[in-house]
Structure formats: C-alpha cells, structure tokens
C-alpha cells in the first residue's frame, strides 16, 4: 500500500481529489443501495412488483443517460458535469430518506440515476485529460479507491441502520454534499474543446465509429462478469457453507487483492507487454475463474474454496484488463468528443451486462445452489472476451483509425 500511496502523491492535485473523490462516492452509494430494497418491503410496505419498478428506474436513468452525461462533459465542462452530478445524488439520497410515496421515490431513482450518468463518463474524461501520459496508473488507482468505498460502504450503512434507514440515507446524502462542497472549491477547470459540430453529429459520428463499437462489445463482458460477484458467486458461498458470512468474505478478499496488487500490477504490466495483450489476458483470467466452482469440493468451509479462488480470480483479472481498457478509449475519440466516447463505452457496456446477467438467472434456474450452466456462460464470456481483444489487437483495431497524411482532421 505504501506504493500506492506514493503513486497518489506523485500526480497532480485534480487527479487526487478525483481519485479520493470516487472513495467517497462508492461509499455513499454503497452505504443505501445494497439495504433500498429490504426498506421499501419491510418499512414501506411495497410489492415485489413496485420495488422492482422503483430499482429499474434508477438503473435505467443512469445506463440511459451515460451518453447525455459524457456529452455534457464535453461541451459543458467535466468539471462542471461532475459537481452536478455530485448535487443530484444529494438530493436524491434525501429524497430516499424523507419521501415514503410512490411519486416520491420514483424522483428519488431518477435523481440519483441521472447523477451516475452524468459524474460517471465525466470523471474519467476529467481524468483521462489530466493525466494524458499516465493513464493507466490514474485508472488503477481510480480502481483501487473504488474498491475500497465498496466495501466501506455497507459497514458504514450497516451501523446506520442500527439507527434507522433514514439515518443511514441522510448519512450518504451528507457524503455526496461534501463532495459537490469539496469539488467546487477545489476542483480546477479544464479548457473545453468543442467538436465543431452538433450535438447530433457529434452521437452519429460516435455511433458509426466501427472499430470503437467493436472494442466496447468486445470488453463489454468485462461489466457482465463483475456483476456476478452479486449474482453467482454469493448464492454459491451460501449454498456451500450455509452461512452468509462467506458472502461477506468474497467481498473482503476481492477487496484486499484489488488495494494490495493494483498498482505493481498495471505498472509491471505496462513495462512488459502491450495494451491488447494485458486487456487478452485478463479477460481470459476473469473467465477461467468461473470454471473453479465445477470442481469438487467439500462441505463446510472447503466447499468455499472454489467460489473464493473465483472472486480472486475475477479481480485480478479486472485488475488487469480494466486500467488499459479505460486508457485506450480516449485515443479512438477525436478532441472534444472524449466524454461522449466513455457514455457510448458505458451505455453499450450496461445493457450487454444486463442481457447477460438475466441470461446468467435463466441459467441458474430454481436450482439449489448454482448450477453447471451458470459457470459456463461465464466463463464463455469471459474466453470469448479474451480471444475477440486478441484479434483486434493482432489487426490493429485497439487504438485510432490511421490517419493518412494530408488529411485533415476535424476542427
């Protein structure tokens, strides 16, 4: 960790905040979503039906709207995109805390969606323009932070709770208002540079851009696979050890590998190997991990075995692929577009994720415990992920179109 923390401390200051910035974003938002729906069937009373109308529409307005939000950036400022995306979750989180009816928390969900759609794509384009020579090592470290506020978030929630919910909503809504207070007062401006062009012409070009479209559906199983370490991997460990505990011990262990190994890794990486390659072997190792759980294994404790080496596998192989993948999605976007390119990296990503994860529950049935099917759709997306990056970087096609000379680029 003291690596880690000398890495922190050799960038410059807007790169830091952003980075202790995400810590306090995903601990806010892991400090309410994981315990929103036991509140709204416990305490509120709502049907099975109406809580899932409530969560679809707060995933809906953020996967929807990443587009809009990393175009925002571009032509707004990410600066700017980002203390409001920051305002918008505190509101929303308040809402959740206070609002009790139907309209209310509705307003609440897209609140606080739209605020992910639009602080999302802009914090990396943020990033991704501050620090143009060491992208990589930014977005390991942007990993690392996460990490961390995903797993402080639900203890910090957990004892809020043992207040009331209101407590533990209203505690995250007061971490999004200090970080909207922090970014204002801290945060410099970047210049923005625009693409000339329309607002309609800027998603056209960004739509029919073939090899970028590719590269997004390529690593697009890359969310899918992470999403199973709320899906597969803990309806396994509690299967196997009948205690829920062991969900929590996934989420620990996955957590420590990610703080421990993140930034050695991508730097060793980067001094080792080539972009395409590191992105190749990491999907190839996040999907060989979901293959752990079919070999056999004992009862109790050492029936966790597998599950366990599958989370660390998982995010080791997030660790590897991930930074690179993050840096190479500025260099397809032209200047004034980068935004825009990580909203269409983020809105494709989401719903091939989500296709995939209803695919990965149809699979798993009403089985007890997970079945053979499950782990080898996962495992099938994530090889296949790794030979898809493989060919595009023996083609060429991980990076920006050539372009000849003479030609001119638009302003």
Do not use: K
């Amino acid at each position: 960790m003291s690596g880690t923390w000398a890495t922190l401390r050799s960038f410059p200051l807007p790169v830091r905040l952003l980075v202790v910035n995400q810590l306090g974003v995903n601990i806010g938002f892991y400090m309410l979503l994981p315990y929103l729906a036991g509140y709204l069937a416990d305490e509120v009373g709502l049907s099975a039906a109406l809580i899932g109308l409530v969560l679809g529409v707060r995933n809906l307005s953020q996967q929807g709207m990443f587009l809009i939000g990393g175009s925002a950036a571009d032509r707004l400022g990410a600066r700017g995109v980002i203390i409001a995306g920051c305002a918008l979750r505190t509101v929303g989180f308040a809402v959740f805390a206070l609002g009790v009816s139907l309209p209310a928390l509705l307003a609440a969900s897209v609140l606080s969606g739209l605020a992910g759609a639009l602080f999302n794509p802009a914090v990396r384009a943020y990033l991704a323009q501050a620090a143009p020579d060491r992208r990589a090592e930014a977005f390991a470290l942007f990993n690392v932070f996460a990490s961390a506020g995903a797993l402080l978030g639900p203890l910090v929630g957990s004892a809020l709770l043992l207040v009331d919910f209101t407590a533990a909503a209203m505690g995250a809504a007061a971490v999004f208002a200090a970080l909207t207070v922090a970014q204002a007062l801290v945060l410099p401006a970047q210049p923005v540079v625009r693409s000339g062009q329309t607002l309609g012409r800027d998603w056209r070009e960004t739509l029919t851009d073939r090899r970028f479209l590719v590269f997004t559906l390529a690593l697009s199983a890359m969310f899918a696979l992470q999403n199973q370490l709320y899906l597969v991997l803990p309806v396994q460990a509690e299967h196997a050890t009948g205690s829920p505990v062991a969900v929590a011990a996934l989420f620990v262990a996955s957590t420590v590998v990610t703080l421990a190994g993140q930034v050695p890794l991508t730097r060793w990486l980067s001094a080792r190997t080539t972009r395409g390659a590191a992105i190749a072997i990491g999907m190839a190792v996040m999907g060989a991990g979901f293959l752990l759980p079919l070999l056999p294994a004992g009862t109790g404790p050492a029936g966790l075995l597998p599950v366990l080496g599958a989370a660390v596998l998982l995010a080791v192989g997030v660790m590897t692929a991930q930074p690179f993948v993050l840096e190479l999605i500025p260099g397809f976007a032209r200047d004034g577009l980068t935004g825009t390119y990580f909203g269409l990296f983020y809105l494709v990503s989401g719903l091939v994720a989500a296709a995939a994860t209803t695919a990965v529950g149809r699979a798993m049935g009403d089985a007890d415990g997970v079945p053979a099917g499950a782990w080898l759709l996962c495992a099938a997306l994530g090889l296949v992920s790794a030979v898809a990056v493989r060919l595009l970087h023996r083609r060429h096609r991980l990076g920006p179109r050539p372009v000849p000379a003479g030609t001119e680029v638009p302003a």
